[in-house]
């Protein structure tokens, strides 16, 4: 059963436009525990509630332009992965990918 699920779920989603969102709101809520997001919730949390202490519209306010920026930040780089086609996945069979991503991991941990 779940098996069939599963394996069919790629036409559920084709044919239901309300589906392929709902799966992609699932799966963003999904990422949102992700234990790389974890540091980040002390300092917006701390962010916003210093800001917004003045009133709770303005906590309101922050929350929203917070989540909206990174909604858009994410739609912009998803829209460009998927206009440029095939681009990403013949960088990563470089090795001067893998060069330049390794000494950009270490110059960012100096």
């Known amino acids: 059963m779940i098996e ?17 969102f709902l799966a992609a709101y699932i799966g963003g809520v999904v990422v949102g525990f ?3 997001t974890y540091p980040l919730i002390p ?9 917004g202490s ?16 990174l909604a858009v930040t994410y739609s912009i780089m998803g829209a460009v992965a998927v206009l440029s086609g095939r681009l990403f996945g013949q960088m ?8 330049i991503m ?3 991991c270490i110059l960012m941990g100096l």
Do not use: D, M
């Open 4 to 20: 069939n699920l599963i394996g069919n779920l790629h036409l559920y989603i084709e044919g239901s436009i309300g589906l392929a």
């Open 34 to 36: 992700t234990p790389c």
């Open 43 to 51: 300092v917006t949390v701390g962010f916003i509630g210093a800001q």
């Open 54 to 69: 003045a009133s709770k519209l303005r906590g309101f306010s922050l929350s929203v332009f917070y989540v909206s920026g």
């Open 92 to 99: 990563q069979t470089t090795p001067w990918t893998y060069f």
């Open 102 to 104: 390794a000494n950009l």
